[in-house]
């Protein structure tokens, strides 16, 4: 089996004690010498500053690659530039572009009056700016708001024509979800990478309610497996065997990079990536 290329996303922290847990997150897994690592906007783009903060912090003190989350929501255009001006002033050159999700008790997206009308608007000005590389979301089942699958792979594809270089997907949990949707998106003419998204599974509650929310499937094996396992106290063996067992099929389809969602616990995607043969590098120094 060929070692897989990863990258990590991270999310902000909003207290002292998840500042160390980010930190501790990142010192588990940046020896596994990750391609880049993201760091996320809250919904309604409620952690701007602290994505900022965290970004900066990351950039400077840990060697990583580091890619900001930037979105379209409660911004003007040129507000949201302006944060992408202080990403690139910071050193960080790479940013995960997306519309966002409504804020909160708000059901749909309404774009700012003075904001950016959807992710395709927010691309084309980051990429006029060269200064950035651009990823974008993908949806290899149906986003929530979409009218077909048709119609995700059309806005896919009006992304990556105004300006991303490459395509991170929504996570899903068979195998076959993402080869059926990476070939229907090469039928459209979309020549961009397009990398898994892998969403360990840390807390099977909270997984089937985020889930259910965002379009994701649960195969009825999966849902069995837990229920199970839940009950018989090996769910960390079963979610580790579970996520391995993904990966291995994914690479072994041709998926040459995969993009875990730590959720700022690290233990088991790092024990997912050893398993793939993704291990820390040792050098002569270290063994001395």
Known sequence: MTTPAVSFEFFPPKTLEASFRLWDTVQVLAPLE????????????????LTRDAVATLHKSSGLN???????????RSETLAVADSFAKAGVREIVALRGDPP???S??????????????LISALADTGQFTIRVGAYPE???????????????KRKIDAGAAEAITQFFFEAETFFRFRDAC?????????????????????VRKFARSCGTTLPG??????????????????????????????????AEHLHFYTLNRPELTRDVCHALGVTPKVSLRDVA
Do not use: M
Request: charged letters at 25%.
């Open 34 to 49: 990750p391609r880049f690592v993201s760091v996320t906007y809250g919904a309604g783009g409620t952690t701007r500053e």
């Open 186 to 206: 090469a039928r459209a003419g979309i020549d961009a990478p397009i990398v898994p998204g892998i969403l360990p599974i840390e807390n099977w509650a909270g």
């Open 142 to 156: 149906k986003h929530p708001e979409a009218t077909d699958q048709t119609a995700d792979i059309d806005w896919l």
């Open 108 to 121: 749909n997206f309404e774009p700012h009056p003075e904001g950016f009308a959807d992710s395709c608007e």
């Open 104 to 106: 909160k008790g708000a």
């Open 221 to 254: 094996w999966l849902v069995d497996a837990f229920d199970k396992a839940t009950r018989d106290g090996r769910e960390d063996l079963l979610a580790t065997a579970v996520a391995t067992e993904l990966c291995s099929d994914l690479i072994d389809g041709g």
């Open 66 to 76: 580091v890619a900001a989350h930037l979105t379209c929501v409660d911004a003007s």
